[in-house]
Each structure stands twice: as structure tokens, then as C-alpha cells.
Nanobody, 117 residues
């Protein structure tokens, strides 16, 4: 069984920074991708950033490019999302995702990020 546990959310003012962490436990066979999604109030879930196993390839949605950085520590089975210059529109529940070689998705419980203006 794969378990993902997020931490690091909170309430901050616009312009501040937060770092989200997601640690997973359990056995993963083969390569896998880790990602962060978010779900703003009243909206659907969207992909924010993703990173491959070797950390050489990453993806960012346009609205966070230049402000957010995704990185991972494979030795600790942890992925991070460094969020700088936060804006009120970044307010959402942030979910950690792991997709394995067989394209099975695993999700964390979510962590709330609230950015006040």
C-alpha cells in the first residue's frame, strides 16, 4: 500500500512563500512521476507541477512559472513544492500525486493554502 502525506500548508499574505512537502511510503515498482495538483474553492482540480524520477524533466502550469519550483529527494521519498510570490489566486487545497509505471495514481489527503490580499 502506498501512502502519501503532505505538510506545509497555511495562511500567508500575498507575496509570501511556503514550501509544501509530500512524503510517500510503500513499495513502488519502476519509475514514477510525482506531481502537485490544486483545487481552488468551487473549481476543479488542476495540475500545478510535475517532476520525473530523475528530476531532469519538470512541468509547470503557466500561472506558476517563475514562482513555484518542484523538486524531489529520492533518498527521502519526498517531493517538495517551493511557492514564492504567492497570490490570492493561489488559494486552494494542494494535493500530492504519485503516478507509477502502470499509471496508477496515488493521492495525499490535501493541505490547505490560503493567501490573503
Amino acid at each position: 500500500q502506498v501512502l502519501l502525506v503532505e505538510s506545509g500548508g497555511g495562511l500567508v499574505q500575498a507575496g509570501a512563500s511556503l514550501r509544501l512537502s509530500c512524503a510517500f511510503s510503500g513499495r513502488i515498482m519502476g519509475s514514477y512521476i510525482m506531481a502537485w495538483f490544486r483545487q481552488p474553492p468551487g473549481k476543479g482540480r488542476e495540475l500545478v507541477a510535475a517532476i520525473g524520477l530523475g528530476s531532469r524533466r519538470s512541468f509547470y502550469t503557466d500561472s506558476v512559472k517563475g514562482r513555484f519550483t518542484i523538486f524531489r529527494d529520492n533518498a527521502k521519498n519526498t517531493v517538495y513544492l517551493q511557492m514564492n510570490s504567492l497570490k490570492p489566486e493561489d488559494t486552494a487545497v494542494y494535493y500530492c500525486n504519485l503516478q507509477d509505471y502502470y499509471r496508477t495514481d496515488y493521492w495525499g489527503q490535501g493541505t490547505q493554502v490560503t493567501v490573503s490580499s
